[in-house]
């Protein structure tokens, strides 16, 4: 159990880091968080026309529309501009609570691997990293890949960076650790 606990708390500080590094000193994902110098104006207008946060498609239709609207609304969206918009009333970040959920959510995934491969018997070095590489390309497809069929979404490549990264080095470790002799 010991060694679990090692292996987990380790394990999750990697991808922690990985995290860090992508998003900071790597800028992985810059192309979809990129600059405009109107954005000053475009907050002022978006602040007219929202008094909640939410989150928005545009065009769409309401929740009440058929199918047939709906689908009418589609066929006339073909080839014409769209937007997807999260707004928020007030830019309010606890960065220390956002970093410590994050680190735990990190303790959870890694432990849950863990937990899996504790079924198998004596799993080795290479178990354990094939099973974390394949860990990061499911988190990868289900979220990441399976959003940016939908929406376009422009740093696909980050996100794929940091799922075989972060996994594949807490693969590493992992076999490492969990198969090292006392």
């Known amino acids: 159990m ?28 810059r192309s979809a968080e990129d600059y405009t110098p109107k954005q000053d104006s475009i907050l002022a207008y978006l602040n007219t026309q929202f008094s909640e946060d939410g989150s928005y498609s545009l065009p769409t239709v309401p929740a009440t529309t058929t199918w047939a609207e709906a689908d009418k609304l589609m066929k006339n969206m073909e080839g014409k501009p769209w937007a997807m918009i999260s707004y928020h009333k007030a830019y309010n970040i606890n960065m220390g609570l956002s970093l410590i959920r994050v680190f735990l959510v990190n303790i959870v995934l890694v432990w849950l691997l863990c937990w899996i491969l504790g079924k198998i018997d004596s799993p080795g070095f290479g178990t ?47 076999g490492w650790w969990m198969n090292r002799k006392k």
């Not at 922690?16 to 800028?27: E, G, I, N, V, Y």
């Not at 590489?133 to 422009?154: D, E, K, P």
């Open 128 to 174: 354990f990293f094939m099973a974390s590489l394949f860990v990061g390309l499911i988190v990868f497809l289900n979220s990441a890949y399976t959003y940016h069929i939908w929406y376009q979404s422009r740093d696909l490549s980050g996100h794929l960076i940091d799922a075989l990264m972060s996994w594949g080095l807490t693969g590493l470790w992992l």
């Open 2 to 29: 010991h060694k679990t606990i090692i292996g987990v708390l380790v394990g999750a500080v990697i991808i922690f880091a990985w995290q860090t590094l992508s998003w900071t000193m790597l800028d992985l994902h």
